[in-house]
């Protein structure tokens, strides 16, 4: 199994910056990608950003130029960093992860339980 612990999420007025950590831990054999999503009221999840075993990265056109997702390997840790955050940006956001645990080989999808971030002025 693999857990994921979601932090940094708050509320922040309209140009601020936030910046959300997800820590996986478990049986990991493999972590194939890790990323964030986000859902608003009354909308579809959607994936804000991603960033796969290689280094590669993945974002929505929304938030590309304005959100940079990170990890550090050595911590089975993602972080995403926020700027000129504005009221569209307002959600719950997701971390997940596509991994492999060391009892079973296939890749699996793993969700954290949500961080809410509000931007409000």
């Known amino acids: 199994q693999v857990q994921l612990v979601e932090s940094g999420g708050g509320l922040v007025q309209p140009g601020g910056s936030l910046r959300l950590s997800c820590a996986a831990s478990?049986?990991?054999?493999?972590?194939?990608?890790m990323g964030w999503y986000r859902q608003a009221p009354g909308k579809q999840r959607e994936l804000v950003a991603q960033?796969?075993?290689?280094?590669?990265?993945n974002y929505a056109d929304s938030v590309k130029g304005r959100f940079s997702i990170s990890r550090d390997n050595a911590k089975n840790t993602v972080y995403l960093q926020m700027n000129s955050l504005n009221a569209e940006d307002t959600a719950v956001y997701y971390c997940?992860?596509?991994?492999?645990?060391?009892?079973?080989?296939?890749?699996?999808?793993?969700w954290g339980q949500g961080t809410q971030v509000t931007i409000s002025s």
């Open positions: 997940n992860t596509a991994a492999r645990t060391i009892r079973w080989g296939a890749t699996e999808n793993y």
């Open positions: 478990g049986s990991i054999a493999r972590i194939d990608a």
């Open positions: 960033i796969v075993s290689d280094g590669r990265t």
